[in-house]
């Protein structure tokens, strides 16, 4: 048996729910060869504990608080090219697993399949293989998407985080400071989706949000108290 074989794997596992994130470590680690050696609540704090840990795998949800798992999955992947990412997601939406898969996720694995999925993605991603979860696959085999989605996969993993938070009806300087960019790279952001979408406003940008269940999907569109 070779080294790379029986060496331990270790995880960064993020989630925005302790409680959730608890049960995950659980299962994880019952495997001899997983470890979960840290945990991110949100983008900002994976990013830093990646920095400081450099963990083999990290597993990360893609609804998360402020800059999304798939801003943080961006952000991972440009600090390091090697980095292996598990996105582990309720989301069914194939627009999402377009943009994880963009950004660089050897896998996408939703949360209602068998745990031992996530488990055999693990592995997979360690060996530097792809892999889907059965639904998303199936998805992905039958699923014609419609014109409208198709633009909407030509964006960028910015663009889209831009589009997201727009959605949530952020304004232009919340999401410059959410994402760390200048609020003129908002404004640009935000007139290159309209003219990709094929939209002339901001309520056909909402409509069409609300068609594709991006506004649904997000799990972001709860307003505070």
């Known amino acids: 048996m070779s080294q790379e074989a029986s060496s331990p794997i270790r995880i960064l ?3 925005d729910h302790a409680i959730v994130r608890e049960g995950y470590r659980a299962l994880l680690q019952k495997q001899a060869r997983l470890t979960v050696v840290a945990e991110a609540a949100d983008g900002a704090e994976a990013y830093q504990l990646y920095r ?3 963990p083999d795998i990290v597993v990360m949800d ?3 608080p402020g800059q999304s798992g798939l801003k943080a999955l961006d952000r991972i992947r440009q600090l390091d090219a090697d980095a292996r990412i598990v996105v582990f997601s309720m989301h069914q939406n194939l627009v999402f697993v377009a943009q994880a ?3 660089g996720a050897m896998a996408y694995i939703t949360k209602s399949s068998d745990p031992h999925m996530l488990i055999r993605a693990i592995f997979d991603a360690f060996e530097g293989k792809h892999s889907l979860s059965p639904d998303i696959a199936m998805a992905l085999a039958v699923e014609q998407p419609g014109e409208q989605q198709a633009l909407l996969e030509q964006l960028t993993v910015r663009e889209f985080e831009v589009l997201r938070l727009l959605l949530e009806t952020k304004t232009a300087q919340q999401i410059s ?4 960019i200048s609020p003129k790279t908002v404004a ?3 007139y290159i989706i309209k003219r990709k979408l094929g939209v002339s406003s901001d309520i056909e940008l909402t409509r069409l949000g609300i068609r594709l269940q991006l506004v649904n999907l997000t799990d972001l ?5």
């Open 177 to 180: 400071e959410i994402l760390n």
């Open 62 to 64: 893609i609804s998360l």
């Open 221 to 225: 569109t709860e307003e505070a108290d």
């Open 101 to 103: 898969r963009r950004a």
């Open 13 to 15: 596992l993020v989630d």
């Open 52 to 54: 400081q840990h450099h």
């Open 188 to 190: 640009n952001a935000h």
